[in-house]
């Protein structure tokens, strides 16, 4: 069978058709591309590609390198120097407005103009400009996961016009906001988005903002996942300029837009999506590309506000096995032990108390315990406990790694059921944890 995935993309690319916005000229550089460009590539988080339309073309990466270098500043500096120096809130303006905090002159947020220039000074770093530049492009590279280049000319061009870009960097540098040339700082941000990039390479960098910081074909952990969570938070909030409510209100996932005509989109977990087209609306973003990722969020349920399907019950199925002081209630646990499915553990023995002495929690179905599904369980061993209930644990995928209830008792694990009926049914509460077949006698 061929995939019907490309076919639909396909039919987006020609959904999406509108000739109408203007390219950027304010770059003399980017003037001269050919309007009619249209891409659309899709990563999916364990490194699928599709991708169809002119996803071979090659245009600077503008604007979109922003939350990739805020990404390095935070990786290289540290959250408190990076969140002193540039604050995560919406400006509600145009990308080049010179937007700063009264008094402080601090950049209201890393995605427009002002606060990118302070990540890139960030990253400098008192550096030369071009090691600077040069982390930024090797960055950007492992991301894309292929060597990628500065596109000089493009970058000399927006050099020579750069008035706007040279007066809020002179001003950030007047609120002591860096210390570095102002010029230099203007030129090596210039030149970060001189990167040429496909959307081909866009899905990648999005892809591994999805997957938490891992590239999705390297495998290589490029950034941390707090540094992700908070570079996605402040793509959600204000990577789209004075649209950034619409979008995330109809679109529904943080996104980046460059002038060039690129825009990318991260759904967490699941996918990374570029789309390139140079057309722009007056907010300076891609209006075929705004019409793509409009009809891909609708059609493919991709808006990260859309109440989730009620989660089904964590709890499969309840029983009892056994008689007399033998007798086992089994409660057979499934999916992902989240804040909410622990609740409903803890609320399933609560409305209904287990009456037998012993109580198994079977994990084998459970996929992933959160941090939080974890301290709720042990909480919830301990108590019964406490209660005179032993509790013991069926957890072949070692989904619960040694666990410590507290109040001086370790449940047993075992690694299956009959396991367990092969034990002694009264071997009664362990110091130590023990596993599997070990715990039989
Ligand atoms: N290099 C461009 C500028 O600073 C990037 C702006 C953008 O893509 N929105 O003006």
Redesign the pocket.
């Known amino acids: 069978m061929r995939s019907p995935l490309p076919d639909y993309l396909t039919e987006v690319l020609d959904g999406c058709a509108d000739t109408s916005g203007a390219v ?1 000229d ?2 003399p550089g980017l003037a001269g591309v050919d309007p009619d460009r249209f891409a659309i590539s899709l990563l999916t988080a364990d490194g699928t590609s599709y991708s169809v339309g002119d996803d071979e073309t090659e245009f ?1 990466i ?3 390198s922003k939350p990739f270098v805020y990404g390095l500043a935070l990786q290289e500096r540290g959250f408190e120097k990076v969140l002193d120096v540039i604050d995560v809130e919406p400006s509600g303006e145009a ?2 407005e010179v937007s700063l905090e009264r008094n402080t002159g601090r950049p209201l947020n890393p995605m427009i ?1 002002a606060g ?1 220039l302070a990540a890139h000074a960030l990253v400098l770093n008192g550096r030369r400009s071009e090691q600077a530049v040069e982390s930024i492009r090797s960055l950007l590279s492992s991301l894309a996961g292929r060597e990628l280049v500065v596109d000089e000319e493009v970058a000399a061009s ?1 050099l020579e016009n ?1 008035y ?2 040279v007066a809020i960097a002179n001003l950030l540098r007047g609120y002591e906001v860096f210390e570095d040339d102002p010029d230099e700082i203007v030129e090596g ?2 030149r970060q ?2 990167v040429t990039v496909t959307t081909k390479d866009l899905a990648m960098m999005a892809a591994t903002l999805a997957t938490g910081g891992i590239q999705p074909v390297t495998g290589e952990q490029i950034f941390s996942r707090d540094v992700v969570r908070q570079v996605l938070s402040v793509m959600a909030t204000c990577g789209m ?1 004075d649209a950034a409510g619409d979008w995330l209100s109809t679109v529904g996932i943080p996104a980046k ?4 005509g690129g825009i990318i989109g991260i759904l967490p977990g699941q996918l990374g999506i570029a789309a390139y087209s140079p057309r722009l609306d007056e907010h ?1 973003t891609s209006v075929q590309g705004v019409a793509a990722f409009g009809r891909l969020s609708r059609d493919m349920n991709l808006h990260l506000m859309d109440a989730p399907m009620l989660a089904h019950s964590v709890l499969r199925r309840r029983r009892v096995v056994g008689e007399g002081d033998a007798a086992l209630t089994i409660l057979e646990l499934q999916g992902d032990l989240n804040f909410t499915n622990s609740e409903g553990i803890i609320r399933a023995v609560v409305d209904e108390p287990v009456e037998t002495k012993r109580l198994a929690l079977d994990l084998s179905l459970v996929r992933a315990i959160l941090s939080v599904g974890r301290r709720m369980l042990l909480e919830m061993i301990g108590r019964l406990h406490l209660d005179g209930t032993e509790v013991i644990v069926i957890d072949p995928d070692e989904r619960l790694p040694d666990p410590d209830a507290g109040y001086g008792f370790r449940p047993r694990v075992y690694g299956s059921l009959e396991d367990v009926e092969e034990s002694q049914p009264d071997a009664g509460a362990q110091t130590e944890p023990e596993r599997g077949h070990s715990a039989r006698k």
């Open positions: 950027a304010y770059i600077t503008q604007s979109v990308f080049n103009n990118a927006e750069s706007r870009n941000y210039i988005c001189s300029y837009s460059g002038v060039s300076g």
